[in-house]
Nanobody, 112 residues
């Protein structure tokens, strides 16, 4: 059974940083691309970033380019999202994704 478990969310002031982690189990992690999505209250879930199986291809939403960095450690079956220069509009539940599998989400709240 595939499991994705996010951690690292919390409350931070605008301009601050957080690092999210997503630990994967139940499949050969290194074979698959991984992604981060987010959903703010009253809004649809939206794409944040993706990383290919070996980290060679990375894509970001325009809204986070230059501020967020996605990375992965296949030895640890973990994907990360380093979030810098956070803004109140980054407030959302952040979800880890791999194909059809989703984590339970971790709350990120940015105060102004």
């Amino acid at each position: 059974q595939v499991q994705l478990v996010e951690s690292g969310g919390g409350l931070v002031q605008a301009g601050g940083s957080l690092r999210l982690s997503c630990a994967a189990s139940g499949r050969t992690f290194s074979n698959y691309a991984m992604g981060w999505f987010r959903q703010a209250p009253g809004k649809e879930r939206e794409f944040v970033a993706t990383i290919s199986w070996n980290g060679g291809i990375i894509n970001y939403a325009d809204s986070v380019k230059g501020r967020f960095t996605i990375s992965r450690d296949n030895r640890k079956n973990t994907v990360y999202l380093q979030m810098n220069s956070l803004k109140p509009e980054d407030t959302a539940v952040y979800y880890c994704n791999s194909n059809k599998y989703w984590g339970q989400g971790t709350q990120v709240t940015v105060s102004s």
